[in-house]
């Protein structure tokens, strides 16, 4: 055997193991949702249940913190996803230092961590006598998720083909009417992973969360408190159902990322998207 | 600035151009700037009742931040932050440097198609799920113990929980893939052909990493390194399920700080120190692996 090809083999092994760090915790905390048993464990196995699915649908509290996630989430794309694309289009256009210092100050709170935007989001409120609750949580939430909004509107702009929308104004078409009929249906594709990518890290958002919640609970919170005082198998039951959402939502999104790549073929070398920053969760996940 | 606005206008229309400006000024100021200069606002100002704010004892002031040079107890938990998130950012990038290389550059087709999913998926699930997972194992009657136990290991159950080291287990666990795919990215680019080269030239394996594959990958490196430590340093989820009162976090004393001592500018000021730290390891990993901002974000 060549060296070349121990070496392949050695690096095939150890991406397996990789592989199975990764997934062997994910398996015992489904594999507990399902033991008959008092405590979240896989091991005794008591026997097959469902009965911690049932009582998870019947905490009310559950319910409730879903529903201000799903709310929160819909606030964060209607700010975030404009943002993104107003500060896009606006850095595209500057030159220079202006373009430096901007750049500079709209991708910052990416290279936060979560928990100070929280904090300067609740600092900075208090002054005008508005607390912790859904509306900060969407303003401390959008302030990073506009970063990552905008960073994928560059990057599709980057390729933008600038001839077809002077031709149209020299044509006469009205600004309304290029942006309807040619930026729009270009920006189309990147929207849509806009307001996905917006929607994932605003539900699974957690460390900026909690410093502006208020009363109003997100599901990443009930579930932090769940995990740390309530322990029963019905947080593993929650825990799978989430992972269940999130590898179909991971699948749909690769399935549409590769889509567009086929479309155009040979030309490899231009990623539809920047992954660094698409791919991200929650930068502060959670 | 002038000719700016102008060929903005022209490009969008009076109507969509004071749409742009007004909704990236809101953005910057009401959503970045603003709010940060008042946390450090905060952090310079004694903690006063209401009454008094305003007053003349509402000076600035570096007390808050002496509050935390002379508490040994919260400046060790600061020391142990910094240096635990080294490790576990140093840990990551060893872990993950060879899975990138693999994904880049040795899977092919499918495999590489599959693996990259494989990848995605636990890297898309809630932080708190992750840590949650190792609670589980790590616990006193949780997987480790149990096998531990059968195998005639150990008599007693080992306590993991509740100590620095389950943290900095759980952290490197959720924060491995952020280095994976920025590490990817970079090595995605490198052409296949100077490794050949090197090859045909006889050098060994580790020398075609040490100069060509890692070189290249420096600014993928750099964009993991900032990420996981920031992650590492800034998280409160995972020292919170995974640790106890004897392995706090700085994000935890900054927490209690505003909600339970209700000192909102000694947490402010402690807040903004555990800023500076995470900037100052930006700074310091984009001057050692020279890389720019708009290579870090890109």
């Not at chain 1, 097959?48 to 409730?64: A, C, E, R, S, V």
């Not at chain 1, 994932?200 to 579930?223: A, H, K």
């Amino acid at each position: 055997m060549s060296a070349d090809r121990v070496f392949r083999l050695f690096m095939g092994a150890y991406v397996v193991m990789f592989l199975v760090y990764l997934f062997l915790p994910l398996l015992f905390m489904a594999g507990a949702s399902v033991n008959d048993s008092r405590f979240p464990t896989l091991l005794p196995w008591n026997g097959f249940t469902l009965k911690w699915f049932g009582d998870l649908f019947n905490d009310p509290m559950l319910w409730q913190g879903l529903g201000k996630s799903l709310s929160v989430g819909a606030g964060v794309i209607a700010l975030s996803v404009p943002l993104g694309l107003a500060a896009a289009l606006l850095l595209t256009e500057l030159r220079g230092k202006a373009r430096g210092l901007l750049y500079g100050v709209l991708v910052s709170p990416i290279l936060t961590p979560g928990v100070i935007i929280g904090i300067s989001t609740l600092v900075f409120w208090r002054q005008m006598s508005v607390s912790g609750g859904m509306f900060l949580t969407v303003l401390a939430q959008s302030s990073f998720i506009a970063s990552y909004c905008m960073l994928m509107f560059m990057a599709r702009l980057q390729r933008f083909d600038r001839t077809l929308e002077e031709a149209a104004l020299d044509l006469g078409a009205s600004h309304l009417h290029v942006v309807r009929r040619i930026m729009l249906p270009y920006l189309m594709p990147t929207i849509l992973s806009a307001v996905l990518i917006a929607f994932l890290q605003s539900f699974e958002n957690y460390n900026t969360t909690l410093f502006v919640y208020g009363t109003d609970r997100t599901l990443p919170i009930y579930l932090a408190s769940k995990v740390r005082i309530g322990l029963t198998p019905a947080v593993n039951a929650l825990g799978v159902i989430f992972i269940a959402l999130t590898i179909v939502a991971a699948v749909v999104y690769e399935w549409r990322r590769r889509a567009a790549l086929a479309v155009k073929p040979g030309k490899r070398a231009e990623r539809p998207e920047p992954r660094t920053a698409d791919l991200r969760p929650a930068a502060e996940p959670a | 600035m002038k000719g700016v606005l102008s060929s903005v206008r022209r490009r969008y229309g009076g109507v969509a151009t004071s749409l742009i400006l007004v909704s990236c000024g809101l953005w910057a100021l009401g959503l970045v700037v603003l709010p940060q200069l008042m946390m450090i606002d905060y952090s310079f100002r004694p903690s006063l009742p209401p009454a008094k704010q305003g007053g003349p004892e509402d000076i600035y002031t570096l007390a808050n931040y002496a509050a935390l040079y002379g508490n040994p107890l919260n400046l060790a938990i600061f020391l142990k932050t910094i240096w635990s998130s080294a490790l576990v950012t140093a840990t990551a990038l060893v872990v993950c440097y060879p899975v990138a290389f693999f994904l880049a550059r040795m899977a092919v087709g499918r495999t590489a198609g599959l693996l990259f999913i494989a990848l995605v998926i636990p890297y898309w699930i809630n932080e708190i799920l992750r840590t949650f997972s190792w609670l589980l194992i790590l616990a006193r009657n949780g997987f480790v113990n149990t096998v531990l136990l059968d195998l005639g290991l150990t008599q007693e159950p080992i306590i993991f929980l509740g100590t620095t080291p389950a943290i900095l287990v759980g952290m490197v666990y959720a924060y491995v893939l952020f280095m994976v795919f920025p590490i990817y990215n970079s090595l995605e680019s490198l052409d296949p052909h100077q490794i050949e080269a090197a090859r045909d030239l006889g050098a060994p394996w580790w020398r075609i990493h040490w100069r060509i594959a890692i070189p290249h990958a420096k600014p993928g490196i750099a964009v993991g390194c900032i990420m996981t430590f920031m992650l590492a340093a800034g998280t409160y989820a995972i020292p919170a399920i995974l640790g106890g009162p004897k392995s706090r976090w700085f994000t935890e004393v900054i927490y209690s700080q505003f909600f339970e001592a209700l000192n909102w500018n000694r947490g402010a000021a402690y807040a903004f120190i555990l800023l500076i730290m995470c900037l100052g390891f930006i700074a310091l990993m984009m001057r050692l692996f020279r890389v720019n901002l708009a290579e870090v974000t890109r």
